[in-house]
C-alpha cells in the first residue's frame, strides 16, 4: 500500500534539485492505486521543460524507490 509519508521523504530528496534551479514540488496527494499527484512551484510551474522534469525525474525516481507508485500527476 502506498503512503503519503513514504511519497514525502523521496519527495524530499528530490526538492534540493529542483530549488536549485528556483523551483519546488509540493506533494498533493498519494491515492492507494498508486497514482501521485504533485504541483510544480516556482520556475517548475511555468517551464517548457516541466512535464519532462515530472515523467524523467520526479516520476522515475519515485518509481525507482516505491514500486507500488504507478503514476505521477502535475495538478
Known amino acids: 500500500m502506498l503512503k503519503k509519508e513514504d511519497v514525502d521523504k523521496v519527495i524530499a ?3 534540493p534539485l529542483l530549488q536549485a ?3 519546488d514540488l509540493e506533494l498533493v496527494d498519494a491515492a492507494e492505486d498508486g497514482t501521485v499527484k ?3 512551484k516556482g ?3 511555468g517551464c517548457p521543460m516541466s512535464q519532462m522534469t515530472l515523467q524523467m525525474g520526479i ?3 519515485l518509481k525507482e524507490k516505491l514500486p507500488e507508485v504507478k503514476k505521477v500527476i502535475s495538478v
Open 21 to 23: 534551479d528556483g523551483g
Open 13 to 15: 530528496e528530490i526538492r
Open 38 to 40: 504533485v504541483r510544480l
Open 59 to 61: 516520476e522515475k525516481r
Open 43 to 45: 520556475a517548475c510551474g
